[in-house]
């Protein structure tokens, strides 16, 4: 599939493209544990997700530990909720020294990739889109969020030493989703909202940069995401990046957002994963969704999407009454 083709056209299908992955284990009957460990059950719970609702795109897991888990971080894992990193690896120089770059296939990682093969053998009408985890949002997840943000004033060094490593896993193990048939690769980069323009301009733009350039093609695009509250002043620098579609979380005004970008770059959110998805009503779902589409559906670079990714235990009737919404509102 030629993605450059797509990324002019994919708005005016009119289709929503929410990052709708994890509730497919209601469908399939499996549970969160079972389904990050097997790039099978993955592909099968796109499908699924793929027969139920008309989305412009398939998403594969946003699993912010995927990545941090093969440097060797501590995974948490529970039934209903995605896996979440539990300690901090890296702390000074001689740990940055002992972190190793670990090979695309290393723990769960090969299993992602096969999610894409696997996944493209299932769904033939609409791109499969991949997901990574941004590089300073990694970077956090190996030396503590909390951490990090000090030390890029402190140690800028030591950050800057954990981001190239990385960077060089990030853009191999991009490669390996691209080449298993991936047309788009969602990175997720929440923690770089958390960022002054300055240092989002040192410790993220330039890395994520650096990871488009190298995987990106004709046949496979990136998306970038942040979720941050502060992406209305960090707008130069996101766009810096070079993506040429943006996704944005619930914690901003998207109607906003939407007039510093430029025409021919796509912007997609943002109903609130969280408070609407997960614990709303199909009720307030569907008037948070025509909420933003009365906001930003007059502009024709934008696509309807969820702020983050969906929990995967949110109400099928409200991601079904999102949809409903959608289409009453184009129709």
């Known amino acids: 599939m030629n993605m450059n083709n797509w990324l ?29 460990r097997s790039g099978k059950l993955q592909a099968e719970c796109m499908k699924a997700v793929a027969d139920r609702w008309d989305t412009l795109a398939s998403v594969s897991l946003m699993d912010l530990s995927v990545e941090a888990e093969a440097f060797g971080s501590p995974v948490r894992f529970s039934d209903d909720e995605v896996p979440t990193v539990t300690g901090a690896i890296v702390t000074d120089e001689e740990s940055l020294a002992a972190l190793k ?60 030493g954990v981001l190239e490593k990385v960077t060089q896993f990030q853009i191999a193990y991009g490669k390996a989703l691209r080449d298993a048939g991936a047309d788009g690769i969602i990175m997720a980069e929440p923690a770089a909202g958390m960022l002054s323009p300055p240092l989002i301009g ?26 941050g509250n502060s992406t209305l002043s960090l707008t130069k620098e996101i766009l810096d990046t070079g993506a040429r579609a943006f996704h944005f979380g619930n914690a901003i005004d998207l109607s906003e957002m939407i007039k510093l970008i430029p025409s021919d770059k796509l912007v997609m959110g943002n109903v ?3 408070r609407q998805f997960r614990n ?52």
């Open 202 to 227: 040192e410790f993220s733009t330039p890395y994520v940069k650096r990871v488009i350039e190298a995987v990106e093609t004709e046949n496979c695009v990136f998306i970038y995401h942040n979720c």
């Open 101 to 160: 770059i670990p090979a695309v296939g290393d723990m769960r990682t090969g299993e992602y990739v096969k999610t894409i093969s696997e996944a493209k053998k299932l769904i033939s009408d609409r791109p499969v889109f991949a997901g990574i985890i941004g590089l300073f949002s990694l970077a956090g997840r190996l030396m503590d969020m909390t951490e990090i943000m000090m030390l890029c004033y402190e140690d800028p060094e030591l950050v800057h």
């Open 8 to 36: 002019k056209t994919a708005a005016e299908r009119h289709k929503p493209m929410p990052v709708l992955s994890f509730p497919g284990i209601q469908l399939t009957g499996i549970t969160v544990p079972e389904l990050v």
């Open 272 to 274: 609130d994963p969280a």
């Open 280 to 331: 709303g009503t199909p009720e307030s779902v569907h008037a948070a969704t025509l909420d933003v589409l009365e906001k930003c559906g007059q502009y024709p670079n934008f696509i309807l999407s969820s702020g983050c990714d969906i929990p995967p235990v949110s109400p099928i009737g409200n991601i079904d009454a999102f949809f409903a919404a959608a289409r009453e509102f184009y129709k």
